[in-house]
């Protein structure tokens, strides 16, 4: 399993510079993978692209891109693009966000998401693998070709949570992006479904790549009372709601791995033994001593585990 670093949390107040020292400092430490989620005023795909010309030696992800706001043709569009200028670094996330997001910011229908999704797909992965489309659908089509001669096709990764979409997932792109799902979760429900859709279609074995908030501290109680109210929309949300309640915990901060040490580690070997092929830390830590023992971790484990 290897280890990537999630810099969405610098998102909040995004400063450009200091996310590129972050992603230099990721690249440094030999961290496979740096990713970023799409939130607030910044397009991730487009600060990608710019990381890319600035950071060496590491790849870029998007966890995730959501679908709706972006005719699938436009997002194929725009990471070959990011895929070019990045020298064909970039992994590339996308899901479906929520329905109070997609109805309540940007104004759109929710309705029939598998639907949605299904010929999302339908025209993203042709125009990226093939550079050209004809496909018309119930509430999407696209007739085009293009070309990106320095570009090679992107991997796709499906924020894939629910039976049906996990289905899709296997069965037509690299494999998941996940948020929030522990071990047992992706033992029991995420790796059986992706990996059964992928071999019916032939398909390589899927990546499963799980992001979770990661901290090593001496104050696991007060930390995770701290990740509570830092996490507690995801409780909220359903498709999250539920992952939840199939790992059998209450509270968000109940799947972060908080802990010392010994207990990081044992989560983090938990999470490769379930079928995560990917871990992407989204380092949750106060002050400069557990932020240094958190990404030592994380550095060692990468040495150790990553060609398991």
Known sequence: MQIGINGSQLLAEPHLATIEAHAK?????????????????????????????????????????????????????????????????????????HQVVIEGMFGLSYAKPIRHMREYLSILMPLIDEGK????????????????????????????????????????TAGTSLWMVGEKTVRDHIAPRIREAAAEASRPAPRIVAGLPIGVTDDPEATRERAGRAFAMYGQLPSYRAMLDREGVSDPSQVAILGNESYVEDRLSALAEAGATEFVAAEFTRGEDESERTRSLLQKWQRNHAAA
Request: aromatic content about 6%; some cysteine; hydrophobic content about 50%.
């Open 133 to 172: 489309v004809a496909f018309e659908g119930e509430t999407l089509s696209a007739n085009q070709s293009f070309s990106m001669p320095d570009a090679t096709p992107c991997p796709v990764l499906v924020a894939a949570l629910g039976p049906q979409m996990l289905r899709l997932a296997g069965a037509r």
């Open 25 to 97: 400092e990721a690249a440094a430490q030999g961290f496979p993978t740096y990713w970023l989620a799409q939130v607030g005023a910044v397009d991730t795909l487009t600060l990608l692209a710019a990381l890319a010309l600035r950071v060496d030696g590491i790849a870029f992800g998007t966890a995730v891109v959501p679908t709706y706001p972006r005719h699938p043709a436009m997002m194929a569009s725009q990471a070959l693009t990011t895929q070019a200028i990045s020298g064909n670094r970039l992994h590339l996330g996308i899901g479906l966000s």
